[in-house]
């Protein structure tokens, strides 16, 4: 295929990724919301990271879902106690890494 079709795709997939994230920017912006709508605009991101995230605890040991289930428990258990992003990650890393090397 000839590159500036690769070329063209980029700047097509730019031009309309950009548009969908800033035309709602400006406008919402100057909206005046409700604390409720203002929350839940706020948990937006969380639930699109979750969602891209919790199916990979299924995959993320081959041969052995449990350790994903277990690092997704200590995770959990970790973030209701309040421990930081990256205390979080590393209570889930060495939780599934335990269960490795355990079952």
């Not at 421990?83 to 890393?93: G, R």
């Amino acid at each position: 295929m000839d590159s500036r079709y690769f070329l063209y795709v980029i700047v097509v997939s730019f031009a309309v990724s950009y548009a969908i994230r800033v035309i709602p920017a400006l406008f919402i912006s100057k909206l005046a919301l409700s604390k409720y709508w203002q929350r839940v605009l706020d948990l937006v991101p969380y639930v699109a990271l979750t969602a891209l995230v919790f199916p990979g605890i299924f995959y993320c040991v081959e041969n052995n879902q449990y350790a994903g289930y277990i690092g997704a428990i200590a995770a959990i258990i970790a973030a209701l106690c309040r421990l930081s992003l990256s205390l979080v990650v590393l209570v889930a890393v060495l939780a599934v890494y335990g269960a490795v090397v355990s079952l």
